[in-house]
């Protein structure tokens, strides 16, 4: 009888894709039963992991200041309750500014957890190393920072067109090429384009004036944009296989990377040259605006908030949370940033690790609702009368010269609320406060995108 698949089913094989080679071999050498089993070993297949038990303890940091906030608060214990369940956890924490971001088990915003020896790329999602810059400009007035900064930034999709883009250093794209996570031509040449660019969404560049020393300083956030997306599709392919091979019970969102394979060191190295091309990122906008009046700096730092940090065979993996502790950022310069809303000041902190934070403070200030809920709740208002209310006082722009109100400070959580928790779960300490002047947003770049006009053009 010819040996098939349903035989090594039988012995115990969970189908692979290396099961029609083996049957071809089997069959074409006539193994008997001992020599079968003896050839098989090769392919023994680990036994699967299975879910905690028992959902390991983690911190929660974050209390419903009001009824509106009952609900968030409780789907965020919720989540992090099914999450802590994948069986690479050790510890977890949950932040001020906390909010769901998906199905139960997902892991939140301002969600913190510890895994050992295993990359999870869901839990960085598609914007690795959303991060932000602050630059000291000195006693320089604020309006000329924000004017220089608009004429050099760029908001909204894709990147800069030809003989507008940035320079994306050489040494960093040879880098890519010799990763196999990133060596894509078509990647690159994303990562190139998008050089200079902040995206859309709640990414923003503020400029505000210091309340210790009253310089000018520009904050900018955002991600790794396309490149990083990319990278996250790629990861998240992989991680499933695995997934699929060690641990079928993991839900997709969940699934790791183990560290200590092949694959599991080559995406930890695309991570950290993702977290470079951000940090360039944000250099090259910075420095433009330097060029622009003619300055040099007088001090600038930079942290990440949506990133992987390793300590030995554990992996802190933040999703929208601050790294206090040094061991996480080798390359620090400063004190980290956490800015709030647009009419809030971007608060400088510092800290260390203690039992509560993991390492870790707020990224911001969260969201109670959805931005679809928070627009609805506005409806009985003009666009316009909920713009002038909540910016009185600030020199607030769209990029695209359309408000997105679902960006605009009642949208998200009281900054007052978070700084309150900070203070009570004793996460950091305040250090300086960028008192706010003007911010630059994407705006709602769905209103007259590019694509819609070409449909409206069509039907004309």
């Known amino acids: 009888m010819e040996f098939n698949g349903n035989h090594l089913i039988e012995l115990g094989y969970r189908p692979a894709k290396w099961f029609k080679d083996a049957i071809t071999y089997i069959n074409e050498n006539h193994l008997d039963e001992i020599q079968i089993k003896e050839y098989l070993e090769q392919f023994k297949q680990p036994e699967h992991i299975p879910l905690h038990e028992t959902t390991p303890e983690f911190i929660i940091n974050i209390r419903a200041e009001h009824e509106n906030e009952n609900d968030n608060v409780e789907k965020v214990i919720r989540t992090m309750k099914t999450l802590m369940k994948t069986p690479t956890l050790t510890a977890g924490a949950i932040m001020p500014d906390a909010c769901p971001t998906g199905p139960e088990g997902q892991i939140p915003v301002g969600g913190v957890v510890v895994a050992k020896n295993a990359i999870h790329p869901g839990f960085h999602s598609a914007d690795i190393c959303c991060s932000v810059m602050l630059t000291d400009f000195g006693k320089v007035n604020p309006k000329d920072i924000l004017d220089a900064a608009h004429s050099v930034t760029h908001f909204g999709y894709g990147g800069r067109p030809r003989g507008e883009q940035m320079p994306m250093s050489q040494e960093l794209m040879d880098a890519f090429r010799e990763n196999e996570f990133l060596n894509d031509e078509k990647l690159i040449s994303i990562a190139r384009s998008h050089m200079g660019t902040q995206g859309d969404g709640n990414h923003f560049l503020f400029v505000g004036v210091s309340k210790n020393?009253?310089?000018?300083?520009?904050?900018?956030?955002?991600?790794?944009?396309?490149?990083?997306?990319?990278?996250?599709?790629?990861?998240?392919?992989?991680?499933?296989?695995?997934?699929?091979?060690?641990?079928?019970?993991?839900?997709?969102?969940?699934?790791?990377?183990?560290?200590?394979?092949?694959?599991?060191?080559?995406?930890?190295?695309?991570?950290?040259l993702i977290r470079t091309w951000t940090k360039e990122n944000h250099t090259s906008i910075h420095d433009a605006v330097l060029n622009k009046l003619g300055m040099e700096k007088e001090n600038r730092y930079w942290n990440e908030h949506n990133f992987v940090f390793k300590d030995g065979d554990l992996f802190y993996h933040a999703k929208g949370a601050t790294p206090l502790d040094d061991k996480f950022m080798p390359d620090i310069t400063g004190p980290r940033l956490i800015p709030l809303n647009m009419a809030e000041p971007v608060l400088i902190v510092q800290g260390k690790t203690n039992e509560r934070n993991l390492g870790f403070a707020p990224h911001g200030a969260g969201r109670n609702y959805s931005r679809s809920q928070h627009k609805r709740s506005l409806a009985h208002k003009t666009t316009e009368e909920i713009f002038n209310e909540e910016t009185a006082g600030l020199d607030i722009r769209f990029y695209s010269n359309e408000i997105d109100i679902s960006e605009l400070p009642s949208a998200y959580k009281s900054a007052a609320n978070v700084r309150a928790q900070i203070e009570e779960y004793g996460l950091c300490e305040v250090l300086d406060e960028v008192m706010p002047y003007g911010c630059i947003m994407a705006g709602d770049v769905q209103k007259n995108a590019p694509w819609k006009n070409k449909k409206k053009y069509r039907k004309a």
């Open 213 to 272: 020393t009253g310089n000018t300083m520009l904050v900018t956030h955002h991600g790794s944009r396309a490149p990083g997306a990319a990278l996250y599709d790629k990861g998240m392919k992989v991680a499933n296989r695995f997934r699929q091979d060690i641990s079928p019970e993991t839900l997709k969102e969940n699934a790791w990377i183990p560290y200590d394979t092949e694959e599991g060191k080559a995406y930890w190295e695309a991570l950290q």
